[in-house]
């Protein structure tokens, strides 16, 4: 540029200067990165949580980070203060944790499976990005809201994670091979389609890390009890580093060793202990009730269902729709808007009783409805309907209904056995449980004054159904007496 200046200063012509370009940035490899080219996130569960550079695409994206305003356990922090956490650290943890368990297989297996780092980083993907398709108050919305107003409804957050991804790759240019993109679909829907997962030809084991839907071991119960318990203050002893470090696979089948036996009954018994203490508390389920009342009041005049179905639209739905129902101008909205305020002010449904479903009609069982209660009411001063009962129908298991998930789970002796085999419960202990499922009804009454007629219908439905009452305890007298 020196003497194009000095030509310019003397009047003459300016010499021309070639500007040669810079050479383009080397573009990584899928599966490829170091040390440069990771980010360092802090997660107070795993510590530090490297991103690859595809990794940091994704969750760079606005769609990803809306997982910030979904609460992990939806409502449950009103019950347990602590559990605030989101889909967003939760799927950093699974990622986490989705990556040792392939660079564990890599290390005393690599080379005898042929895993490379492709297979690697799509596992670690697919824990990712295996929950962007929850909506508002996560499994609330799935399991409570979308079945109210679409009775049969089919929808599944993992089916519109894989929806929702094909969205996310398009929208932003996400540079991904369609096959290695095909392949984290798969993966990310294998607990609900397993039929997807069995007929893949090579490398099945793989499509039971993240979501299993052939036992149910997956890195995604590994993150989410430790993570739920510890925010909810519930002891645990359960130990998914013993199961990482044990994993082997056999015949394209994840196993462990026969004495980890123990260790993944707890797995799958401080899962089920969540569910009755935590995730289906009663109060919890009274709130929830609440909530999705006040949803579908609103569906109407919001069309929240209507999202469900475009993944463009859905992604923009998160927990902040409380706030935009509250905020709504429309009149049509005053029902929704003051069952929402009573959440806030603690006026909630009335908790009336519960009972467990006996163990020998369980395989007869059929949902309670708000029907048979008011069905069953024989005398009472006030006339029940419909819409002053809710009913919550719980089922907990050890994710395979009334069956034994363990004995879908292969065994090995020692590293120098080659035998795989399963293991029955009497060979290991005879204290361990006969049955393997609870079904729970619990009965609310909507309004204050309607506890005792409540109860007293919903004890006469016991008496009909089984000859007693099943219920541990009566619902206590001065509850009965203390709104009327």
Same mark, same amino acid.
């Given at each position: 540029?020196?003497? +194009?200046?000095?030509?310019?200063?003397?009047?003459?012509?300016?010499?021309?200067?070639?500007?040669?370009? @810079?050479?383009? +940035?080397?573009?990584y490899q899928y599966g490829d990165y170091d040390r440069c080219s990771t980010k360092q996130v802090f997660d107070n569960l795993h510590g530090n949580i490297s991103l690859d550079p595809l990794a940091r695409e994704f969750v760079d994206t606005e769609e990803f980070q809306r997982l910030r305003d979904l609460k992990q356990l939806g409502l449950t922090y009103l019950v347990f203060p602590g559990a605030v956490h989101t889909r967003f650290e939760?799927?950093?943890?699974?990622? #986490?944790? +989705?990556?040792?368990?392939?660079?564990?297989?890599?290390?005393?297996?690599?080379?005898?499976?042929?895993?490379?780092?492709?297979?690697?980083?799509?596992?670690?993907?697919?824990? @990712?990005l295996h929950d962007i398709g929850h909506g508002p108050f996560s499994h609330l919305f799935e399991h409570e809201f979308l079945p109210r107003v679409n009775p049969g409804s089919t929808w599944s957050h993992e089916h519109m994670s894989?929806?929702?991804?094909?969205? !996310?790759? %398009?929208?932003?240019?996400?540079?991904?091979?369609?096959d290695y993109l095909k392949v984290i679909k798969e993966m990310i829907v294998a607990s609900s389609d397993v039929s997807t997962a069995e007929g893949v030809k090579e490398k099945r084991f793989l499509y039971d890390i993240v979501a299993n839907g052939r036992n149910g071991i997956d890195v995604d119960k590994f993150d989410y009890i430790d993570r739920d318990c510890r925010a909810c203050g519930i002891g645990s002893n359960f130990q998914h580093w013993r199961l990482l470090e044990g994993m082997r696979v056999m015949g394209d089948e !994840?196993?462990?060793?026969?004495k980890d036996y123990l260790s993944i009954h707890k797995l799958f018994t401080t899962r089920a202990d969540l569910h009755r203490t935590v995730y289906t508390h009663a109060k919890v389920k009274a709130v929830e009730l609440m909530l999705v009342? +006040?949803?579908?009041?609103?569906?109407?005049? @919001?069309? /929240?269902s209507l999202h469900a179905d475009d993944p463009e639209d859905f992604w923009k739905l998160d927990d902040t729709i409380v706030k935009s129902i509250e905020t709504a101008p429309? %009149?049509?909205?005053?029902?929704?808007?003051?069952? /929402?305020?009573?959440?806030? #002010?603690?006026?909630?449904?009335?908790?009336?009783?519960?009972y467990s479903v006996p163990k020998d009609k369980?395989?007869?069982?059929?949902? /309670?409805?708000?029907? %048979?209660?008011?069905c069953s009411q024989i005398t009472s001063k006030v006339l029940l309907k419909e819409e002053d009962v809710a009913v919550s129908n719980v089922k907990i298991d050890l994710t395979r209904g009334k069956d034994n998930p363990l004995e879908s789970i292969k065994f090995f002796k020692d590293f120098g056995c080659e035998e795989k085999f399963p293991i029955t419960d009497e060979r290991v202990s005879h204290l361990l449980p006969v049955c393997n499922q609870d079904r729970i009804v619990r009965v609310y009454a909507?309004?204050?004054?309607?506890?005792?007629a409540v109860s007293e219908a919903f004890e006469n439905l016991q008496l009909r159904m089984y000859g007693e009452k099943t219920q541990v305890h009566d619902t206590p007298t001065k509850k009965k007496r203390r709104f009327n």
């Amino acid at each position: 540029c020196a003497p +194009a200046a000095a030509a310019v200063a003397e009047g003459e012509q300016p010499v021309a200067v070639a500007v040669l370009p @810079l050479p383009p +940035a080397a573009r990584y490899q899928y599966g490829d990165y170091d040390r440069c080219s990771t980010k360092q996130v802090f997660d107070n569960l795993h510590g530090n949580i490297s991103l690859d550079p595809l990794a940091r695409e994704f969750v760079d994206t606005e769609e990803f980070q809306r997982l910030r305003d979904l609460k992990q356990l939806g409502l449950t922090y009103l019950v347990f203060p602590g559990a605030v956490h989101t889909r967003f650290e939760h799927s950093l943890g699974v990622y #986490r944790l +989705a990556g040792e368990a392939m660079n564990n297989l890599q290390k005393y297996q690599g080379n005898e499976l042929g895993i490379d780092r492709i297979d690697v980083q799509t596992v670690k993907l697919a824990g @990712l990005l295996h929950d962007i398709g929850h909506g508002p108050f996560s499994h609330l919305f799935e399991h409570e809201f979308l079945p109210r107003v679409n009775p049969g409804s089919t929808w599944s957050h993992e089916h519109m994670s894989a929806l929702l991804l094909d969205s !996310i790759v %398009d929208k932003h240019s996400i540079d991904i091979e369609p096959d290695y993109l095909k392949v984290i679909k798969e993966m990310i829907v294998a607990s609900s389609d397993v039929s997807t997962a069995e007929g893949v030809k090579e490398k099945r084991f793989l499509y039971d890390i993240v979501a299993n839907g052939r036992n149910g071991i997956d890195v995604d119960k590994f993150d989410y009890i430790d993570r739920d318990c510890r925010a909810c203050g519930i002891g645990s002893n359960f130990q998914h580093w013993r199961l990482l470090e044990g994993m082997r696979v056999m015949g394209d089948e !994840i196993c462990y060793p026969a004495k980890d036996y123990l260790s993944i009954h707890k797995l799958f018994t401080t899962r089920a202990d969540l569910h009755r203490t935590v995730y289906t508390h009663a109060k919890v389920k009274a709130v929830e009730l609440m909530l999705v009342d +006040a949803l579908v009041e609103a569906n109407e005049y @919001l069309g /929240i269902s209507l999202h469900a179905d475009d993944p463009e639209d859905f992604w923009k739905l998160d927990d902040t729709i409380v706030k935009s129902i509250e905020t709504a101008p429309n %009149d049509e909205l005053k029902k929704a808007k003051e069952i /929402i305020q009573r959440i806030r #002010r603690r006026e909630l449904y009335k908790f009336c009783n519960q009972y467990s479903v006996p163990k020998d009609k369980l395989d007869h069982f059929k949902n /309670i409805t708000a029907q %048979d209660i008011v069905c069953s009411q024989i005398t009472s001063k006030v006339l029940l309907k419909e819409e002053d009962v809710a009913v919550s129908n719980v089922k907990i298991d050890l994710t395979r209904g009334k069956d034994n998930p363990l004995e879908s789970i292969k065994f090995f002796k020692d590293f120098g056995c080659e035998e795989k085999f399963p293991i029955t419960d009497e060979r290991v202990s005879h204290l361990l449980p006969v049955c393997n499922q609870d079904r729970i009804v619990r009965v609310y009454a909507k309004k204050p004054e309607l506890v005792e007629a409540v109860s007293e219908a919903f004890e006469n439905l016991q008496l009909r159904m089984y000859g007693e009452k099943t219920q541990v305890h009566d619902t206590p007298t001065k509850k009965k007496r203390r709104f009327n």
